[in-house]
């Protein structure tokens, strides 16, 4: 694994005792990445290097927050609550997984991953604030009881609107990216007063397919302008509906309202001092709803949405979505040799992820569902045929499509190959313009369906 944690002056915050602590946890990750990648050491000493990390940063969290507490710190019970978010929900979820995959390479790098992540970024935009070199992106975040009574509110209304019992994934979302995303956002004001109220709403795409597109007898897998502005409606309607329990925004109007892309969501995000950050998981896809209040963040070069203009900026927010699309392949193949000649022959025109084991084929589609898997029939330990078995078995997988990869092409072998009923099957041995053929054949077949 690729991986180094650069300490830089601008993660120090002036306070000894913490900086000491970071450069401390910035050396156990960068230890961890180097020892992930020595093949030789057993199962036992990733998991005590893992724990240590664990144990030590809980143990700074204390001290940091009693540092806090010592200088009477306005942030304390918010930063005290991030913290708890990490240590409560984010680091068991993480050894679940380690332990269900029995600490396999991809689910140690993918705890490494967010661990490292989380600590740049909770240095910089929470730690810092501590001594004022920096400031709190949750700097007016409502209290917990209004937090819980919101979760309630959102909890209750997606059960209205789309019949989905839906649970809080986080209530200090950051504007990750989860999936294929539609970024709404909607703007709240008076007639006196300057400070704008903005609300905003992030649809996993499949979500709104799922619910909206279902609900209008629209038979897609993909965005369309007739979906797109039924989901806008719905969306003003859901803002509307939280909006009235909201008694600060009593008097308030929707000012104006933006599509965004991802790019133009980040840009804007990242600059909200937040009220209210929640991420839930629907069953369906994933939703996020977020709200600022103050000055207006700044717009980019985000196009108000007018009833003279919706139409034409709808269509172009589409095509400009698509022209950054691709379908997404998961290649599964034990050979370095073959998954990475695969990935060079397709990642023009398809987002290509790789995967050298059936345990980490599973863990990939967990994260980022494929549209297309090519498995290889051949592997050792869990096999391609077994491979299937456990995705048909489960519901989250069971509609994933899968071309066999084969290296043989025997009668025998092909007629094992069909009476799993795969979508298909590649010979490995085919020239590379035949395979890339193949493919093409494959999606564009789905375009038309």
């Not at 998961?330 to 695969?342: M, W």
């Not at 025998?412 to 590379?432: F, N, S």
């Amino acid at each position: 694994m690729d991986g180094q944690l650069v300490w830089k002056d601008e993660y120090n915050i002036g306070v000894d005792i913490i900086d000491q602590e970071h450069k401390r946890l910035f050396k156990i990750i960068n230890k961890l990445f180097r020892f992930s990648d020595e093949k030789s050491k057993s199962q036992w000493a990733c998991q005590e290097g893992i724990k240590f990390f664990k144990d030590h940063a809980v143990k700074h969290f204390a001290e940091e927050e009693n540092y806090m507490a010592s200088i009477n710190y306005e942030r304390l019970k918010v930063h005290r609550h991030i913290h708890s978010e990490f240590r409560e929900r984010t680091l068991p979820a993480l050894e679940e997984e380690l332990e269900k995959t029995k600490y396999c390479t991809d689910s140690v790098e993918h705890f490494l991953g967010v661990c490292a992540g989380w600590l740049v970024g909770h240095t910089l935009m929470e730690d810092r604030a501590i001594t004022g070199k920096g400031r709190s992106r949750w700097i007016g975040l409502l209290q917990e009881k209004e937090q819980e009574a919101m979760k309630k509110i959102i909890l209750q209304l997606m059960y209205d609107l789309f019949h989905l019992e839906s649970y809080v994934i986080s209530d200090a979302y950051g504007g990750e990216k989860f999936g294929k995303g539609v970024y709404h956002r909607l703007v709240y004001g008076t007639e006196k007063e300057e400070e704008k109220y903005e609300i905003f709403l992030v649809f996993e795409e499949k979500l709104l397919i799922n619910t909206v597109g279902k609900s209008m007898g629209i038979k897609t897998n993909k965005l369309n302008t007739l979906l797109m502005n039924a989901s806008r409606y719905m969306a003003r309607q859901f803002a509307e509906h939280v909006k009235n329990h909201l008694s600060d925004m009593e008097g308030y109007e929707l000012k104006e309202e933006n599509l965004l892309t991802y790019e133009q969501f980040q840009d804007v995000f990242e600059n909200e001092r937040l009220q209210l950050s929640l991420l839930f998981d629907t069953g369906e896809g994933y939703f996020s709803y977020c709200t600022s209040a103050g000055h207006p963040s700044k717009k980019g070069n985000v196009a108000p949405l007018r009833m003279d203009n919706a139409m034409a900026e709808v269509e172009k927010y589409i095509m400009q979505r698509e022209s950054h699309w691709k379908w997404k392949v998961l290649v599964v193949d034990d050979s370095v040799t073959v998954r990475q000649g695969i990935k060079n022959l397709l990642a023009e025109d398809y987002d290509v992820a790789l995967a050298q084991s059936g345990t980490a084929a599973l863990r990939c589609m967990i994260l980022d569902k494929p549209d297309l898997v090519l498995l290889d029939y051949e592997m050792p330990v869990c096999d391609g045929q077994q491979v299937l078995k456990m995705m048909r078995s489960e519901e989250t997988f069971a509609d994933i499509p899968i071309i066999f990869l084969t290296g043989r092409a025997d009668p025998e072998t092909v007629k094992k190959l069909v009476a799993l009923k795969p979508d298909g099957y590649l010979v490995k041995y085919l020239k590379p313009e035949q395979i890339k053929q193949k493919i093409d054949e494959y999606f564009e077949r789905q375009n038309i369906n």
